[in-house]
């Protein structure tokens, strides 16, 4: 069979042939017996002909091994947290979406096991499910900042909402990590995990209310939630000497820094309730108050708005003794007047800000603890037009002394370096 | 934003970030030798330059392209571009001060009154994104006036804005949504 469009190379002829040799594959040019071309064996690639995986029909059956691995993953963790099968399947879908898009797609499989976990978390989210970013780091053996990012970026392109998660909700799946049962430690340190957790949320609810809660990480507040509800519910001599470090170690959970500081706020708390108990004679301190828990807790409500009413009738007859002084003291700034307007303004400002947050009974403890901010310097009027004085300038530049002795001394570190 | 309270809240404005052009090419190696107060990097390819009055940090390329920080007020930052640009002409560069744009105007304020956090992310479902976990503050933005709030249950906020027209219209709008849920203990 004639080959048209080649020329042999020898001779220049058309006149090419196929000859196979056996299963050999030989085009010949019939005039000078010149080999034009050899058949497959030689010029193909080993391994099959030049086409890349994602080109071929390989892909379209096969899926990718990333993928399969992190659809697992995400199946391992649904199973492990024991969430509900309709959780499950809406993460694995979440996951086989975000995996294609192009933020996920070349990233390094550090990253790619974290996006199963968001996804994992963002279900549990959508469906009610109570779980925090602190779990699935856990899980995943993650820095919490790194599982943060990821999780926005998930939302952002999913265009997903999800709500965030009430603190109570968790407090349930909180108080059951700590193994204070009767057969894990002796008796008198023992504790029901249902009575625990009751006490527990009363003492969330109290902290919500005035201000502990927000803004504030939730692990340390459950903490020490379940740490004073602990301690509160046989306030024995044993409870009250154990400190957090050690009831931690107890109840084998690993214990948070910030807790202690909550557990002090919870007290002081507790101590502004306490003192409107009208059965306690003596004075309530933050180690006396733990006692009086249960009292406090059973009639929150009625103790807040006793404790609000009589801060309100307290700061009216201050009010009334002070308002006298004030009507002095406001005339004299009336008469100084060489003093700049805004520096009254802003001196008054500071006050008021401060006041606000003493005034009140309760209120975020930074908000109580106001820093005290540096005196600011006054404000000169500036267009952005303005004359640029020479001398102003020169400040910048160096003199040509200072140049040609700054020149010298970097040629003498350059040398005394060589050395 | 005064018929909705008795005192006037007060705007700080803490940073402006604008950039200036020199239209011609600025030696880096010069600058570094001849000017005071100046940091060089060559591995970024720029130089920082710090102003003392107004207090500007300035970074400086070698395309003539220049950003300064730090000023407090958007006549400040022009201020200080124009005293930059005049001491690069005393170094010995032809300066021509040209497309100054203010980029971000950072503020603060602060409330007198704490903020219920969750009921404000509840109220502004979408645009409020709040993870107290990672940050103690809620994440607010106005798309149309391209600002953004980071509101802390104490009352404070920081805005951020393209100038200082923009964050005061976002702070306006975005007082009553707090009012709202400043939380009086109303058992």
Redesign the interface.
Known sequence: MQRSGLRCPGCGSSNIVNDDLYCHVQLVCVDCGTVVSEGSLADDPVGGSDVSYSRSTAVTKVPCQNLKKGLSRVKEMCRVIRVRRNIEDLALSYFQQAYEHENFIRVNLTKKEVLAGCCVLVSCRQMNWPI???TISCLLNAD??LV?GV??DLLKILKL?AL?V?IIEVLEAHCQEYKINSDQVPEELAEDCTVLTKRAKALVELAA???IV??????PMLMAATYLAWQSLKPNKHRLKLSLDKFCRLAKVQKSQSALTRITELKEVLCKLGREIPWVRETVTPDSVIRLVGDILENR?AL??RA?RNHEDSLQAENVVNSPNKETASSKPQELTENPPAEDRGHQ?QE??SN?GKRVL???P??INRKRRRTEQP?LI?????E?S?S???????SPQE?RD??QAEKMLVSSDKV | MDSSSD?AL?IIITNVVATFRTRCHLNLRTIA?????VIYKPEVGKVL?K????TITASIWSSGKIICTGA????????GA??LA??LQ??GFKVKFSAFRVVNVLAVC?M???????DF?KNN??IA??????H??VTYRIKNLKATFQV????SLTVTGPNVQAVATAVEQVYPLLFEVRKP?C?
């Open positions: 925090t970013i602190g919490p900042a943060g999780y926005k909402e965030t009430g209310d005035s201000w927000t803004g504030r990480k939730p692990l409500f807040l708005r609000l400002g008021s800000e606000w309760f209120a975020p930074c908000v404000e500036v267009t952005g037009d303005e640029i020479d102003e300038i020169d400040s910048y530049i160096r140049v700054l020149v | 005192e007060d030798l001849e000017g005071t107060n330059m102003l003392r009055k107004p407090t007020s958007e006549d400040d930052a022009k201020l124009r005293r005049r001491c005393k170094l602060s007198p009154f704490a903020i219920h956090l969750i992310t479902r979408p994104s709040y993870e107290p976990e990672l103690p503050a802390f249950s104490t009352g203990l058992k």
